[in-house]
């Protein structure tokens, strides 16, 4: 098993920034791409940005990019969320999720771990 935990959510107006982080836990040895869906309220989990394991493979949702930065530190178990010029349609819950590669990055049903979520609310 693999616990997800994320932080760095809250309140921002829009053009601003935040940065989310997701510390995963267990299974000691685990090589898993990361990636990060959000979810607005009344709509469908959408997918946001994923990373390889050892960073070389990194793609974006067209809505996120060149605005958001995934990036991870593998020696504190860490993926990262740098999200720039924030917009009021970026709000939503943010997970992170781990699956083995990043073949079928956009689909969630491929992941085999999900953290519980940090709320993003960009104000305008």
């Known amino acids: 098993q693999v616990q997800l935990v994320e932080s760095g959510g809250g309140l921002v107006q829009a053009g601003g920034s935040l940065r989310l982080s997701c510390v995963a836990s267990g299974r000691a040895g685990s090589r898993y791409a990361m990636g990060w869906f959000r979810q607005a309220p009344g709509k469908e989990r959408e997918f946001v940005a994923i990373?390889?394991?050892?960073?070389?493979?990194?793609y974006y949702a067209d809505s996120v990019e060149g605005r958001f930065t995934i990036s991870r530190d593998n020696a504190k178990n860490t993926v990262y969320l740098q999200m720039n010029s924030l917009k009021p349609e970026d709000t939503a819950v943010y997970y992170c999720?781990?699956?083995?590669?990043?073949?079928?990055?956009?689909?969630?049903?491929?992941?085999?771990?999900w953290g519980q979520g940090t709320q993003v609310t960009v104000s305008s």
């Open positions: 990373i390889s394991w050892g960073g070389r493979s990194i």
């Open positions: 999720a781990a699956k083995g590669t990043v073949a079928a990055a956009t689909q969630g049903t491929t992941y085999d771990y």
